[in-house]
């Protein structure tokens, strides 16, 4: 499959959705340069159901119109691309690719829209407060357990992603992975939902690791990609997590 359609970019969006991301050179007729477009393809149960195409007629890296891929609940945004040199405040007119997802089923959407300036807001703000099994998560930093075992303040923001700004949680049971992904990254466990913790002093594998989840009684699993030569492996990886 990666062979077949170039894959250069992969994501997995569920357990049965996933998301390839290729680019390929066009010839331009009336122009000596050459267009390399993109092309996001949508697969269900690891085969292509539907595809969506960047313009034949703008460079794949032009004015954000390169693969992105940012995820928020059932929305994903796959970057954006304009006609115009710059953008431009109030004026300039864009067009933002997404995938969402409505009873269990992704689909594309594109969306046409005048670039605006994000608005700050004003005044003191109220606390956001998230539940988990073992937690309750205050302003994305805080973790209050619920066996009273007291809380945990922590330097980065819980992110709903595996992203290098931020640490990802997964929970089993009464076990908590707290993970901080990137080459510095670092793992901290709890097998006993919060009161004592275990530290993996390093990350799980430089990368991105793709549909991240637990495995067995104390493990995690996930996906690795690789390109060498032109060619794009992917590999199961599993780790098996005991307290000493």
């Known amino acids: ?17 996933s998301l390839g991301y290729a680019r390929n050179e066009l010839k331009q007729e009336k122009k000596a340069t050459q267009i390399i477009q993109g092309t996001y393809y949508l697969l269900r149960n690891g085969k292509v159901t539907d595809s969506l195409k960047t313009p034949d007629d703008l460079y794949y890296n032009s004015n954000y119109n390169n693969y ?10 796959l970057g954006s691309w304009t006609y115009d040199d710059h953008y431009t405040v109030n004026t300039t ?5 997404l995938l969402v997802r409505s009873k269990g089923e992704w689909k594309f959407k594109v969306e046409e829209k005048i670039y605006r300036r994000p608005v700050p807001a004003m005044g003191q703000t109220a606390d956001t407060v998230r539940e988990f099994v073992n937690f ?13 075992a007291g809380s945990l303040e922590l330097k980065q923001e819980i992110k709903d992603e595996v992203s290098g700004d931020g640490c990802y949680i997964l929970e089993q049971g009464g076990r908590i992975y707290l993970i901080s992904p990137g080459v510095y990254g670092s793992v901290y466990i709890s ?6 913790w275990y530290l993996y002093p390093r990350p799980l594998q430089p990368g991105r690791s793709l549909l991240l989840q637990t495995e067995g009684p104390n493990g995690l699993s996930y996906f690795s990609t690789e390109s060498t030569g032109g060619t794009s492996v992917m590999r199961k990886i599993f780790y098996d997590f005991l307290p000493r």
Do not use: C, H
Request: net charge positive.
């Open 1 to 17: 499959m990666f062979a077949g359609y170039g894959f250069s970019e992969f994501e997995f969006l569920d357990r049965n959705y």
């Open 191 to 196: 097998f006993d939902a919060g009161t004592n």
């Open 93 to 97: 007119r864009y067009f933002q690719p």
């Open 68 to 77: 992105y891929f940012s995820a928020k609940n059932d929305t994903v945004s």
């Open 136 to 148: 309750r998560l205050i302003n994305g930093r805080k973790m209050i357990f619920r066996n009273g």
